[in-house]
């Protein structure tokens, strides 16, 4: 069982992403490369976590805003050149530059605010 701020994945190589608001997690299995934001409604593209029905827009989320990564065995979070940046646990990332992310830290895309459970 991963306990608060560990890096360590569960063995189920899941993700429980609370996201303020709303009572239902989002649910999201790893996999190597996944892109966060919202659906491109010109193209009707949209990323593998697609957060259009969390109020993504309103909240200033990016079409690609970020990608998480899996590598090493560790999971990171890159900002992707987002034009509202991406925080963890109030820090904002510098573009392009992975950073690790652990069980219970807050992610915040734009002014989207989500912690982050290991499962």
């Known amino acids: 069982m991963a306990r ?3 890096a360590s994945l ?8 609370h996201i303020r608001g709303y009572d239902q997690p989002l649910i999201v299995p790893l996999g190597e490369c ?4 919202r659906t ?8 593998e976590i697609a957060l259009d029905q969390y109020g993504a827009t309103a909240l200033g989320v990016s ?4 990608a998480l990564l ?9 900002d992707l050149g987002s034009v509202n940046a991406t925080f963890i646990n ?6 392009h530059q992975p950073r690790i992310l ?18």
Do not use: C, N, S, Y
Not at 34 to 37: A, C, E, S, T, V
Not at 41 to 46: H, I, R, V
Not at 90 to 95: A, E
Not at 109 to 119: A, S, T
């Open 4 to 6: 608060w701020g560990t």
């Open 10 to 17: 569960g063995i189920q190589r899941k993700i429980a992403l």
């Open 34 to 37: 996944l892109h966060i934001g």
């Open 40 to 47: 491109d409604l010109m193209t009707g593209e949209a990323p």
């Open 63 to 66: 079409r690609r805003h970020a």
């Open 70 to 78: 899996l590598q090493d065995d560790a999971l990171k979070v890159v």
């Open 90 to 95: 109030g820090q904002k990332l510098l573009p």
């Open 102 to 119: 652990r069980d219970g830290d807050e992610l915040r895309l734009g002014k989207m605010v989500i912690r982050v459970q290991f499962i």
